[in-house]
């Protein structure tokens, strides 16, 4: 018993009417990102709603804190749409499921940390790309495919009452939270927007011309796909690409709730619930998902600190899946793609912008090329991975610059050489560069109190730099080594040769 009221936060004191207004208003929110990202991927907008369901649940249940809201997330899905146009939605659904079996082993083995390693312009790159994409995606609303399966753009009064409905959706979006924040900006405006098409007989694209909506529970399904290699070799790269960006964005969401809620989240934890959410999508039929930066804060600000609210969300969905579906069906196109309109416009990071001229041009490069990739080859793990491998690059190459050596000589004729900056890979050659073996004395101190052995590269600097000195009858001897570098030096015993010189008056405390 106790282990149940653990998982829904009940010893913790729960404001119930809070979890409650938050979790309905959640639900809300999430209907209309759900069906419009299905729509995007070229899904049924069930798919959708089964994910929000699916994610919402058992993340909500399992997940690594609580007030931290997943369903069929935007990121996720994009990385998805060559997938399920070339291959079809039955491939979607194992991509899907696989790529929860890789995030689940990314929490069992721990490796939730590593997303710390991704800097802050990749980030800007990564959710400005996004942003482009998905309103990209939304003014392919305004086509239509003839008979013959040509596409045209709307003509005439369609496109104006499309687009005008769209101004006016994005319209109540911006300014009703002016007004009141007690309800969702995006729900209102496709419920006027819905009641106004209804009411005065419009005539407009809507969901219904997309896709129908069966509303039933969802039921097992095991990927239609043959049971092979080939599959694999297909699925494969996308479920990688899946995972890695699902993670991204779950666990630097779960970053921005620790930060709000000022307590403390379970990176690996939350890992393991958004891979058993993914695996149970892939077999119930759901596009698949991770946390949703804006669902989370919507949930946050209506005053839930629990799971109550999470869990009265996807029950929210479920139950809208069961009745409502043929209210979902009449909902105007329109209506959705302004409210994604207004997503793309709050994903972009607009401060990224207003601070270009404070940026280093290399963080400016950086951001840029995550962006430029993330839009032209809809692959955001790749753009995420060769921002940080370029941003890595800047950083080796900043540190490599500042390796110094102040040199003198003792009353006793000893030449003392004071290295200060990270000896590593990038630095070598330039350490290297600073000795002068042939006029040197016979002995020779190198300090390191202000410096660091790094990597395999520097050990092999000191190598080499050992038996320069050593052709020549001359000695040389490290000081002042922290405890972490001599572990590494000795650990390389058998490929170096170079005196270490303890000094009593200079201990380093080792690494606990």
Partial sequence: MDAFTNIFDFPKKINYKNELLAGFTVAMTMIPESLSFAILAGLSPLTGLYAAFLMGLITAVFGGRSGMVSGGAGATVVVLIALAKSHGVEYLFATVALAGVFQILVGVFKLGKFVRLIPQPVMYGFLNGLAVIIFMAQVEQFKFVDGNGAVHWLQGSSLYIMAGLTAFTIAIVYFFPKLTK??????????????????????????????????SFPAFHIPAVPFSLETLKIIFPYALIMAGVGLIESLLTLSMVDEITNSKGNANRESVAQGLANITNGFFAGMGGCAMVAQTLVNLNAGSRARLSGIIASITILIIILVGAPFIEKIPMAALVGVMMMVAISTFQWVSIRIVNKMPKSDIFVGVIVAMITIVLHNLALAVLVGVIIASLVFAWDNAKRIRARKYVDEDGVKYYEISGPLFFGSVTAFAEKFDPAADPDKVVVDFKESRIVDMSAIDALDKLSRRYHELNKTLHLRHLSEDCRKILKTAEAVIDVSIEDDPTYKVMPEK
Avoid: C
């Fill in 182 to 215: 007690v309800v969702p900006a995006s729900l209102v405006a496709i419920i006027i927007v819905f009641g106004l098409v209804l009411g005065l007989n419009i005539h407009t694209k809507t969901v219904a011309d997309i896709a129908h909506i069966s509303g």
